[in-house]
């Protein structure tokens, strides 16, 4: 790794095809690319497509190219941060939703008492989605499109 001092991170969500939900891609990103990953969420649909929530971290460029491979190899890969999304105006400020939120990516402000959502932290568990008395946590922010870089 590069002179940096803490390795970099993203976090991406997944959608393999049913073509390729079986094969060894994710292994592959260490193998390859010099990455370490940590699974979030896993799933294998009836009809073998994937969704796989995970952290990246490694260099910058190894996750670049880590993440170009998965598409070349035909997964769809969007950034978690396009995943959740707060809905401000819905949101009570209950603050319920910080309980169960295991990255902390979601906190109340002690000075203001206002929630605080830190897209780069959440990794989409959707625990915060469940628990929300009034919906203002949502999944797939219709306003952000696919990762393109």
Excluded at 46 to 74: H, N, V, W
Aim: aromatic letters at 6%; a neutral charge.
């Amino acid at each position: 790794m590069s002179q940096e001092t803490k390795p970099y991170r993203t976090n991406v969500h997944l959608t393999f095809p049913p073509t390729i939900s079986g094969a060894p891609l994710v292994c592959n990103l260490t193998r390859l690319f010099d990455l370490d990953f940590n699974i979030s969420t896993a799933q294998i649909t009836p009809r073998q497509e994937g969704f796989l929530t995970l952290e990246l971290s490694g260099s910058r460029d190894a996750c670049d190219k880590g993440i170009g491979y998965l598409r070349e190899k035909g997964v769809l890969v969007s950034p978690v941060a396009q995943r959740i999304w707060h809905n401000e105006d819905k949101c009570m400020q209950c603050g319920m939703c910080t309980a169960l939120c295991p990255s902390s990516a979601l906190t109340v402000d002690i000075k203001t008492r206002l929630l605080a959502f830190d897209k780069e932290k959440c990794t989409v568990c959707a625990r915060c989605i469940r628990i929300c008395p009034v919906g203002a946590m949502q999944m797939d922010a219709p306003e952000e499109g696919v990762l393109t870089e």
